[in-house]
T-cell receptor, first 110, second 113 residues
Framework: GENVEQHPSTLSVQEGDSAVIKCTYSDSASNYFPWYKQELGKGPQLIIDIRSNVGEKKDQRIAVTLNKTAKHFSLHITETQPEDSAVYFCAASQGGKLIFGQGTELSVKP | GAVVSQHPSRVICKSGTSVKIECRSLDFQATTMFWYRQFPKQSLMLMATSNEGSKATYEQGVEKDKFLINHASLTLSTLTVTSAHPEDSSFYIC?????????FGPGTRLTVL
């Protein structure tokens, strides 16, 4: 079955800096890769996603890149703000079921 | 759009009792809903896939007789934790599939004493 590895587990950046979180997946049949932001005590919130027919997608300060050959995808957050502090999860999917990475706790210091 | 609600948000129960958690898609219809469990500082673990009008599909290691799932309509799925024990204490989160994406509810914190 699919296995998703996510790095780093924790990431601390200064406000205004960029943050990058990386994930690798094992099943080449996976074709959908969402990213979720989870604040403490809340459910995950979909922030951006990408499908396998696209290499890059951007939405304001966040972007996701996908390398199907290497089977890895990354989340990029630019101009980080304290409210970006949360746990971020990547996931891979084919046919609906999501397999999640282990999560990255992002801390943005003012 | 794509709002998913859960009720209750937190529940405390005695060991041996049953607890029902509701998951509703408020502004879209969801043929498929998913139930996850999350322990502190850990990732989301899929428990089961809930399909409207049919039996749920459980992940390996999840007891279907303990975690009863009913997806009676296109906007409602319920998870009943039967004969709850302290080790069932966790954060239970549902998601609803719409337009090829999964939207999550706010979660239910279950504490079994």
């Amino acid at each position: 079955g699919e296995n998703v590895e996510q790095h780093p587990s924790t990431l601390s950046v200064q406000e205004g800096d960029s943050a990058v979180i990386k994930c690798t997946y094992s099943d080449s049949a996976s074709n959908y890769f969402p990213w979720y932001k989870q604040e403490l005590g809340k459910g995950p919130q979909l922030i951006i996603d990408i499908r396998s027919n696209v290499g890059e997608k951007k939405d304001q300060r966040i972007a996701v890149t996908l390398n199907k050959t290497a089977k890895h995808f990354s989340l990029h957050i630019t101009e980080t703000q304290p409210e970006d502090s949360a746990v971020y999860f990547c996931a891979a999917s084919q046919g609906g079921k999501l397999i999640f990475g282990q999560g990255t706790e992002l801390s943005v210091k003012p | 759009g794509a709002v998913v609600s859960q009720h209750p948000s937190r529940v405390i129960c005695k060991s041996g009792t049953s607890v029902k958690i509701e998951c509703r898609s408020l502004d879209f219809q969801a043929t498929t809903m998913f139930w996850y469990r999350q322990f502190p500082k850990q990732s989301l673990m899929l428990m089961a896939t809930s399909n409207e009008g049919s039996k749920a599909t459980y992940e390996q290691g999840v007891e279907k007789d303990k975690f009863l799932i009913n997806h009676a309509s296109l906007t409602l799925s319920t998870l009943t934790v039967t004969s709850a024990h302290p080790e069932d204490s966790s954060f239970y989160i549902c998601s609803a599939q719409g337009a090829g994406k999964q939207f999550f509810g706010p979660g239910t914190r279950l504490t079994v004493l």
